[in-house]
């Protein structure tokens, strides 16, 4: 019987993220053979993806992040069925190899970068690879990314809530660019501004503001002037730069940036949450 030391499971375990038991026993299967014992693992992974596939993962973390230079952010949706599952260091790791992954590629959108190796086999083997370590159904199922002068990242603590925003001009203090970062996150703008807001949503909230003014016995002919004033009312909560901005409600966040720097504006946002 090959004899399999502390030294190749750790080897392992290291490439694959596996348990050590679970190393152990993938390298007593192969008898010693490493590349064995990794395909003895992933089969196990495509065995237990195939059980679960019907389960939901409404769990998992959200993460973002930009290069050392500012000009490229991008973010991931990686899920799990349950929260502990996704406070899991292991799970969390392969989260940020999976990032770091999107933001040194740059693919072109979520079927690209499920194409791209991490580990030597591609990002969404590599899930599937890991559902047989965790045991539950993981899924990839969120990948977006913003280039601009400079791109703020975000996360919310306890990784259900991330954000990015592009940004005109770099080398600013980087608390402005944090400041803009983190109202996306607490007041969850539909846009930047209301230029930018579908014409569909428009019309909602023009059907619904007529609605409210019939209900509420205005006539017939006032209705249209009325779901204008409830429109304008809702450009203003819900455009990202004429909302009250957080650390000031006495101004918008527009005025926050233009008392920064005359030039600086906000070029597009990204925000995803999980179960908040």
């Known amino acids: 019987m090959v004899t399999i030391s502390a030294a190749d499971v750790a080897k392992l375990r290291k490439a694959t ?3 050590m038991m679970d190393c152990k026993k993938a390298l007593e299967e192969a008898e010693g053979n490493f590349d064995k014992a990794i395909e003895i693992i ?15 993962a409404t769990e998992g973390v959200v993460l973002s992040k930009t290069t050392a230079n500012g000009k490229l952010g991008v973010m991931i949706v990686l899920n799990s069925e349950t929260d502990f599952v996704a406070k899991n260091a ?8 999976i990032l770091d992954t999107a933001l040194e590629n740059k693919p072109a959108d979520l ?25 539950e159904k993981l899924e990839l199922s969120y990948y977006d990314k913003i280039e601009a002068a400079h791109v703020q990242a975000y996360i919310h ?18 608390q402005v660019y ?12 539909v846009a930047v501004d209301k230029d930018d807001v579908p014409q569909k949503v428009i019309d909602q909230e023009i059907e619904i503001g007529k609605e409210q003014a019939r209900r509420d ?33 006495k101004i918008t966040v527009g005025q926050y940036l233009k008392s920064i720097d005359k030039d600086l504006a906000i070029t597009f946002f990204k925000r995803y949450t999980l179960n908040l």
């Open 17 to 19: 993220l596996a348990g």
């Open 42 to 56: 992933r089969k196990k992974g495509q065995a237990v993806a195939s059980k679960r596939a019907d389960r939901e």
């Open 90 to 97: 292991d799970f969390l790791g392969l989260a940020n190899k």
């Open 111 to 135: 079927e690209a970068l499920k194409s791209i190796p991490v580990d030597g086999v591609k990002a969404e083997e590599k899930v599937v690879e890991f559902v047989g370590i965790i045991g």
């Open 157 to 174: 603590p306890g990784n259900k809530l991330a954000t990015l925003v592009g940004f005109t001009k770099a080398g600013l203090d980087l």
């Open 178 to 189: 944090k400041d803009v970062a983190m109202q996306v996150a607490a007041m969850n703008p």
């Open 217 to 249: 016995g205005k006539p017939e002919e006032m209705l249209e002037k009325i779901a204008q004033g409830k429109l304008g009312k809702f450009f203003k909560e819900n455009t990202l730069v004429n909302q009250e901005f957080i650390k000031d409600n």
